[in-house]
């Protein structure tokens, strides 16, 4: 695994990179659960979007309150669903502005990539990405999918990499959300590159992004394995083991807003960089122990938080 200060390297590295590469912006159907909505002609009128948990909750509303401060005009959608709801949102201008995780997305767009790096990953998607949606500065922070354990199996099982558990297969009950039955990095990844082959049948759907519920039935025993995010406060707290992922199954993933491109503005553009520059993967694991933990605070508490801490509840300086 590279090293903190290497990625850091590498995302300097990308932001030389995105400052030269402009996406084209086009129109762009497509079927949104949501129902759609009509663009704002005015650049500084912005709906900011999350995904349906709590990291991505908080860091949209650092992006949103960063953006108050500078004087946007926010309005707030938030818990929405997976990618393949909130994409077609953002596409279709129901939302402007949503976090997102660079390999996800790449595998979104691109379900063949075999990139692994962070700078391969960006670069693919600059490739693949449709021109009504922009990405911007990505953020130092990275929080990656990971197959999780309690520390029990994997002592039972001597288990150190996702391969290991492959051949207890038939007896893995596998916890994460329905849609990691068919992404490409799910379970169809996980069987191609591991040979961990996970009936549908032992496949348990919890609709909570790798949260307390999913937590709670891999301590309790409903699952033997789970899909927690690795910034989770719950490995910690729970003393749960992470599987190596050699094959790189689950790609770099680095925290980038997602933005449709008729909204990116020079503005917005600065602000959000400015915001993502600062991100750090310890942060983001203080900012999930806040609102998860025993501190139990709510996202928009703990995210303006950070932003008063981090100096954008005032205008940046010009």
């Known amino acids: 695994m590279a090293s903190t200060r290497s990625r850091r390297r590498g995302v300097t590295r990308l932001a030389a990179l995105l400052a030269s590469v402009t996406l084209a912006v086009a129109a762009c159907g497509s079927s949104n659960p949501l129902g759609g909505g009509q663009i704002s002609g005015d650049l500084k009128t912005i709906a900011v979007g999350s995904a349906d948990f709590t990291e991505s909750k908080i860091i949209a509303e650092i992006y949103a309150q960063a953006l108050e401060a500078n004087g946007f005009d926010i309005s707030r959608q938030f818990g ?156 910690e707290l729970n003393d749960l083991v992470v599987l190596e992922d050699p094959k790189n199954n689950f790609l770099a993933a680095n925290v980038v807003p997602l933005v449709a491109s008729q909204k990116k503005s020079d503005e917005l553009k600065s602000v959000l960089d400015a915001v993502s520059a600062k991100l750090t993967t310890e942060g983001l694991i203080e900012l999930n122990s806040a609102v998860e933990g025993n501190q139990g605070v709510d996202p928009d508490e703990a995210a303006r938080k950070w932003v008063e801490d981090n100096g954008f509840n005032h205008p940046l300086q010009k």
């Open 80 to 235: 929405i669903g997976s990618r393949e709801t909130y994409i077609p949102a953002v596409q279709d201008h129901s939302i402007d502005l949503i976090p997102e995780y660079t390999g996800n997305l790449l595998q979104y767009f691109d379900e063949e990539t075999k990139v692994t790096t962070p700078d391969e990953v960006v670069l693919g998607l600059l490739r693949v990405l449709p021109g009504d949606l922009s990405i911007l500065y990505p953020s130092p922070a990275e929080d990656k999918d990971t197959v999780a354990v309690s520390a029990a199996t994997a002592q039972r099982w001597n288990l150190k990499t996702i391969g290991d558990l492959a051949a207890h297969s038939p007896e893995v009950k596998f916890g994460g959300p329905s849609e990691f039955l068919n992404r490409t990095e799910g379970l169809p990844g996980l069987k191609e590159k591991y040979g961990l082959d996970i009936a549908p049948a032992n496949f348990v759907a919890i609709s909570d992004g790798g949260g307390p519920a999913t937590v709670r039935a891999l301590t309790d025993g409903t699952v033997t394995a789970a899909n927690i995010f690795s910034t989770s406060p719950a490995i």
